[in-house]
């Protein structure tokens, strides 16, 4: 079956910019995440949803990143006054349900460029 | 204070050897997993293994096993029979009690080399 999505792959854009990325957990999938990946650094957390809400969003950097779910899938990290510190990648897991956290599937990533 | 540290950068061992990479991690929770990813260059992240912290014995996937020594806060995860297509950076990461995110170190870049 599919796997996690991410659409782009890349995205290049300018300070100050709003930017969408969007991800596509794998079906049936109720809890999702997403992580930040900078150069050379671990995965870092940002969002958690488990169905439609966000249930830890303790990892959002501040208030220019939002993110949401509103059907329960496809989920969108939208970033504000994008600001060249933003550049990194932007991955995303799906999981059965907050219980398989040993069994988090991560998608390709979408490589974020704030010029 | 970091939640989990990995201490090699970079390691190179010839194909075919056993590897060990090294990971110590920080909690006062009880209840918490292990977990090794590996991410290609192509990016994605995979995960190889899990320990939970009252699991009794400890974890092993195949050619990898997860050295769980709990009283020294250590998860290593040793590779047996290393392949060129271990080439990688490694993760190791913990889930602490009822969170749901994972916090991730900072990798270990691993070349086998031919």
């Known amino acids: 079956g599919a796997g996690v999505s991410q659409t782009p792959s890349n995205k290049v854009t300018e300070k100050g910019k709003y930017v969408e990325l969007r991800c596509d957990p794998i079906s049936g999938h109720t809890a999702l995440y997403w992580y930040r990946q900078s150069l050379g650094q671990g995965p870092e957390f940002l969002i958690y949803?488990?169905?439609?809400?966000?249930?830890?969003d303790s990892g959002l950097p501040n208030d220019r990143f939002f993110a949401v779910r509103p059907e329960g899938s496809v989920s969108t990290l939208k970033i504000q006054r994008t600001e060249r510190g933003d550049s990194a990648v932007y991955l995303c897991a799906s999981s059965l349900n907050r219980y398989s956290y040993n069994e988090q599937f991560f998608g390709p990533g979408t490589r974020l460029t704030v010029l | 204070a970091q939640k989990i540290t990995q201490t090699q950068p970079g390691m190179f061992v010839q194909e075919k050897e056993a590897v060990t990479l090294d990971c110590t991690y920080d909690t006062s929770d009880p209840s918490y997993g292990l977990f090794w990813y590996k991410q290609p260059s192509s990016g994605e992240m995979i995960f190889l293994i899990y320990q939970g912290s009252y699991d009794q014995q400890n974890a092993t996937e195949g050619r990898y096993s997860l050295n769980f020594q709990k009283a020294r806060k250590s998860a290593n995860l040793v590779i047996s029979a290393s392949q060129l297509g271990d080439s990688a950076m490694y993760f190791c990461a913990m889930r602490e009690g009822g969170d749901d995110k994972i916090i991730f170190g900072k990798g270990t870049r691993l070349h086998i080399l031919p």
């Open positions: 949803f488990q169905g439609t809400g966000a249930a830890d």
